[in-house]
């Protein structure tokens, strides 16, 4: 597709259930990101693919929030046993080239989650 | 670590008046300066970017933006607003290394008619 791409857009689940958020890139797109977003606040990084290998997690809030991205494309963010403080904007970003920090970030719509 | 503010939260100007929102940035090297928007229910669109060379650079939509090193300023103007600028707008620093963005929290801007 022409843009980085997230589904669901909504995403409403009860404390404690697992869930799952699809990040698709843009084609041929080499560095992957994600971020969470709180209401009224700005994005705040979680972590960062190139390619399939994960290099860095250190945003990741904590042990339930796991990441992957298997085949260097599509990208899936879990959080297990959610909380009500997970309820945030989950955006996906992509950049062209691997490293530098000049690369501009292109992001999806992004998936809005609530933790009733 | 780096770090971004942005001053004000919200700012209101009225349509066809000049617009400048500010953000300073804190970063121990050259830094890699972004500005985005964003609507609601919408992700990110950049609006310009700022590498090197040439301190004032352009953007899209009519929008501008001035590096001032010695201020570690990246004030976003533009010299008439239209109604559709009306949005959240955030200023980023992007490291060296490339693997993720800071994010200061955002000024939503309003435009009275």
């Known amino acids: 597709g022409a843009g980085v791409s997230q589904s669901p857009r909504y995403k409403v689940a009860k404390r404690g259930q697992d869930v799952a958020l699809r990040c698709d890139p843009i084609s041929g797109h080499v560095s992957l990101f994600w971020y969470q977003q709180a209401l009224g606040q700005g994005p705040e990084f979680l972590t960062y693919f190139q390619n399939e290998a994960q290099l860095d997690k250190s945003g990741l809030p904590s042990d339930r929030f796991f990441a992957e991205r298997p085949e260097g494309s599509v990208s899936t963010l879990k959080i297990q046993r959610t909380q009500q403080e997970d309820s945030a904007v989950y955006l996906c970003?992509?950049?062209?080239?691997?490293?530098?920090?000049?690369?501009?970030?292109?992001f999806g719509d992004g998936t809005r989650l609530s933790i009733l | 670590a780096q770090s971004v503010t942005q001053p004000d939260i919200h700012i209101t100007v009225s349509e066809g008046a000049s617009l400048e929102l500010r953000c300073n940035y804190s970063?121990?090297?050259?830094?890699?300066l972004f500005w985005y928007v964003q609507s609601p229910g919408q992700g990110l669109q950049l609006l310009l970017k700022y590498f090197s060379g040439d301190t004032l650079v352009q953007g899209i939509k009519g929008f501008e933006a001035e590096f001032k090193r010695s201020q570690s300023s990246f004030n976003l103007r533009k010299p008439s607003v239209h109604w559709s600028d009306a949005a959240e707008y955030f200023c980023a620093v992007g490291n060296n290394a490339g693997n993720m963005l800071t994010f200061g929290g955002g000024t939503r801007l309003m435009v009275k008619p």
């Open positions: 970003a992509s950049s062209l080239a691997s490293g530098g920090g000049g690369q501009p970030q292109h």
């Open positions: 970063y121990g090297a050259t830094p890699y």
